[in-house]
């Protein structure tokens, strides 16, 4: 008797999810098509989205720069640069000056 309750419930739970999984793809192939659309929640005509506080300098005003930027060195200068860090060594600092931005001090 309880099996066949377990396989209902399985089946009901079976047919909630996969038409949850087909509404959200329609949602999201609706988005897809027009990235534009409304928010849900429409903010008023005299607030302007508050940007997060990592990307405003010291006066508040909006950072316009790369906040990070990477160089490709090659593997064995990378893996020189670790040693370093590791044992203590400072001796790559005066190459590191001038061709990399990584920082030899922890």
Known sequence: MWHIVYIIAFAALAILAIANLVRNLILLGG??????????????????????????????????????????????????QLDALYNGTHSLEDSEDSDSGLDSHP
Not at 57 to 69: A, F, K, S, T, Y
Request: glycine share 2%; hydrophobic share 30%; proline share 16%.
């Open 31 to 80: 988005n897809a098509r027009n990235p534009q659309a409304p928010r849900p929640y429409p903010e008023s005509e005299n607030r302007r989205p508050v940007p997060h506080p990592e990307l405003l300098d010291e006066d508040g005003q909006v950072i316009r720069e790369p906040l990070l930027v990477m160089k490709s060195i090659s593997v064995k200068d990378a893996r020189e």
